[in-house]
Every structure is written in C-alpha cells, then in structure tokens.
C-alpha cells in the first residue's frame, strides 16, 4: 500500500505489522500510530535527493531486509526503547551508492534534514554498510544531525 510518491508501507513495517495495518478500518491512520509521519517525508526527501531507490524493508519484494524500519517491542535487535521501536529511525541502503558518499550526501543536507525532523545519523563506524537516520533530539544540537555510536 503506497504511502509516499515512492514508498510503501511495507517497506517500514514487518509483515506482521504490515497485515495488522491492513486489517483495520483506516491502513493509513493505523500506519502512523506505529511509524512518525516525519519519518516518510525525511524517506522521501531523500530519495528525491539521491535520485535512486532507498532499499528500506524489502521483504514484501523478496528480499532480505524486514527489520530497517519500526522494529516490534519484542525483537531482540537493537535496544529496549530504541528509535526503530517507536516508530521514529530507518535504515536504509543505496543500490551502487556506499553508505560513506550517502553519508556525506546527507551530511551536506543537514540543515533541510534537520527542519524536516531529522535528529541524528549513525557513525560510519557502527554502520558501515547502511545509514541509519533517527529523530531523537539532542537539546545541545540545533540546525545540524548529531552523529552518534551507539
């Protein structure tokens, strides 16, 4: 189910919560109770950026990514409370693009990430091969991403 110009639900959802979604009354209403709208417009700023397909989840395709986007509670992945489980971090990956030139094409894009809700970007050395992007505020960093590890 489309949810941007180039995204689909289930490219930030698990297939659990995509049919759980799906399921209800209104998908739409149902999807943002789980994932921040501001989260698919930064998606998709960037995508419009790049000019490529972000490689989120790809489950729904076949591939092997299911957990990029908001993770459930009960995962094991990542920390208790972390940005994926609520709703507010995606990873994502660029097709011939290394996640270091993404990194600097974000970097070089802070400012408008940033008004768009973007709050920080993982450390090339915790993510070498995707960039995680989150909307965690750090009250000290204002108008630029703060890069953290984990």
Not at 115 to 142: Q, Y
């Amino acid at each position: 189910m489309k949810i941007s110009e180039n995204f689909l639900m289930q490219e930030f959802l698990t297939l659990e919560d995509y049919n759980e979604v799906i399921k209800s009354e209104n998908p739409e209403t149902e999807f943002y109770k789980l994932v921040d709208k501001n989260i698919i417009i930064i998606a998709q700023f960037l995508r419009e950026l790049i000019g490529k397909p972000l490689v989120v989840n790809n489950w729904h395709a076949g591939g092997k990514f299911s957990l990029r986007g908001r993770r459930p509670l009960k995962t094991k992945i990542g920390a208790r409370f972390s940005m994926h489980k609520q709703g507010k971090a995606f990873d994502f990956s660029v097709e011939d693009i290394s996640s270091k030139n993404i990194k600097k094409i974000v970097i070089e894009n802070e400012i408008k990430l940033y008004e768009l809700g973007a709050r920080r970007m993982e450390s090339h050395l915790f993510s070498p091969t995707w960039c995680h992007i989150d909307l965690k505020n750090n009250p000290k960093i204002v108008n630029k991403l703060h890069i953290f590890v984990p």
